[in-house]
């Protein structure tokens, strides 16, 4: 079992639409990060997270501690949302590395 | 300083030959990441730098690749005798050691080995 697992692995959806991305997590954290990859591009970092809520734009990334559990999620989509969504954590026992999702292809049609 | 730089952005090299990229992280980050990410993979961590000490270097790493930050500023990773395997983009990231810890990333450079 992966220690950081992302669903769901691929959505489509109509612009517009609310979108939700889940990550769950079975390690301690000391902090979680949201990022986002174009194709062929680099990665941007969305949010990182030690608890609470927090809301970029049309972006929100919750995170539960108790649950082990945090989610992205995109309100009114748009076609330019279309990327892969990386959650990854880090430990408290590692400052240098991160712990990585699968990544969640996202797909917004017009 | 617009964010994090990666020089070259691509790199196309016979097998066997040397290959160094170039990393400019955000001038007030002290910490500087580098990883590697193949094509439908998430990114794998190489290694790490605090200031000029790297303080970290993962088993991906073989002999054949050696990582510098020889004045705490900008960052080389250099790889030797290049393998087809090797192929990858390599990504490099900065952050501070504040209260903020957010990753900036580079575009990184892919590395194709022929």
């Known amino acids: 079992k992966n220690e950081v697992e992302q669903s769901p692995q691929n959505l489509t959806a109509q612009e517009g639409e609310f979108i939700t991305i889940n990550c769950s997590y079975s390690?301690?954290?000391?902090?979680l990060h949201w990022l986002q990859q174009h194709p062929g591009g680099g990665i941007v970092s969305l949010f990182m997270l030690s608890s609470g809520k927090k809301k970029h734009g049309r972006l929100i990334a919750t995170i539960n501690i108790q649950e082990k559990h945090s989610s992205l999620h995109i309100t009114a989509s748009h076609p330019r949302d279309s990327a892969v969504y990386i959650c990854a954590v880090r430990s408290p026992d590692s400052n240098y590395q991160l712990i990585w999702g699968a990544g969640t292809k996202l797909i917004i049609k017009p | 300083d617009t964010g994090v730089s990666q020089d070259p952005r691509h790199k196309i090299t016979k097998r066997g030959q040397n290959v160094t990229f170039r990393c400019d992280p955000i001038?007030?980050?002290?910490?500087l990441y580098w990883y590697r990410q193949t094509l439908g993979q998430g990114p794998e961590f190489l290694t790490y730098f605090q200031n000029e000490a790297q303080l970290e270097k993962s088993r991906l790493l073989s002999d054949r690749f050696s990582a510098e930050r020889p004045k705490g500023s900008f960052s080389t990773l250099e790889i030797q005798r290049t393998e087809q395997g090797d192929s990858a983009m390599y990504l490099c990231a900065s952050s501070d050691s504040g209260e903020g810890y957010g990753y900036t990333f580079g575009s990184g450079t892919r590395l194709t080995v022929v």
């Open positions: 001038s007030e980050h002290n910490r």
């Open positions: 390690v301690g954290i000391s902090a």
